[in-house]
């Protein structure tokens, strides 16, 4: 069973509604028992890091979900969820993540003109020499659907994604077991659908 | 690169999308469950619903509406229409929107937009407005574009941007309705002056409005109609084809063809 970890942040509804489409079983988790039953992990967010961060550590499921991450289980971070996985986030001042996967998470860099942040919309993925677990029916070049005003800046190693706007910005990472999308794969109609498949085949 | 958006609206009162011409005459079309579906699968990158409703027992349908959409269209979804609290905010994203307009709501309450930024973030925050030329000036309208409210639409705009609003939908009534093509005049104006994504409405009627629209002020991000897609007048795997040959980037995806 896919485990949709459920600390009160942003809205779970299309992620539950994505599973339920594919005719995968999920559930929403909220408790250490009920995270550690499940075979994969999705670690959703939206808002700002530093609250997500703290909403993360007053419920105690940082430790679980760090745990469990370590031990093995696939955890795939949406969105402010991937940020999480990082060692620490520069929204609002400087706050600690995970630290699941090397690296911090910055602003965007804006340039004259062009690039508004956030960014919103759909932006296509370019795959690295690493090509992610998640991408096993995922063309280069495809496009997903993005809304984020902050991007991870980590080691290319972990980077299987990019996108460009601008300059290029991370679109997700894999260290292990342990994977991030920047972009929303369950608001990216047929093509994040088959990777939300393609991370419950892993 | 980040692709220029196209958007279907769905007005949809007593469980059903309807259709008018100036803000007038109604027309009934079809299901909106049905319509969502159809549209995603043939490329639209996103979609807007407003509820048209009014009593209570149609608000309850609409929810049934947005749910039954939510769980098999997946690209985002926008909420409008009857947007004054902050629990309205929350009603409509329980029920599966991504984000959630605002429009005369926030005239009677300008502190809306900020309390549902702090509250959900400014990426679901995303603000509407009727906008008509009066005495050479734009205004922005109230109620369904029927009441003019005095108030100067660029820095109303603006101001809705610093309160926290993500995302601007700029609905012309000049143009609304009449098919002539979007009002580009008004669109130069509003991207002059914010830097977030602006959503240019009103005055659809070819794909040629659309290629104007996006050459003529490239800052705008995504073009939203309701009449041309839902009487067929426009398919939009074509509009986004022809779009994509005049040199504008669209999201073509394996299934839109």
Redesign the interface.
Known sequence: MVGIIDYGVGNLFSLVSSFKYLGISAEKVSDEKSIAKCDRLILPGVGAFGDAANALKTSGLDMVVKRVANEGTPLLGICLGMQLLFEKGLEFGEHEGLGLIPGNVVSIKPLAKGNKIPQIGWNSLEFTANKGDIYKYTPNGEFVYFVHSFHADCPAEYITAQTEYGSLLTASVQRGNVMGAQYHPEKSGESGLLILKSFCEI | ???K?IIPCLDVRNGRVVKGKNFLGLNDVDSPIKLAAEY?ACGA?ELVFYDITASFEERKLFAEIL?ET???V???LTVGGGINTVEDFTRV????A?KVSVNSGAIRNPSLIYECAKN?????VVLSADIKRVDGQFRVFAKGGREDTGIEAISWLKNGVESGA??LVVNSIDTDGVRNGFDIELLQLVCDVV???VIASGGAGTVQHFIDLFKQVPEV??GLAASVFHFGDIKISDLKRELKENGINV?I???ND
């Open positions: 690169m980040i692709t958006r995603s990158d749910r939510a769980s098999n997946f690209i985002p994203l329980e029920s599966g991504d959900f973030g400014s990426q679901c993500g995302e830097k977030v994504p991000d995504a999201r995806g394996n299934k």
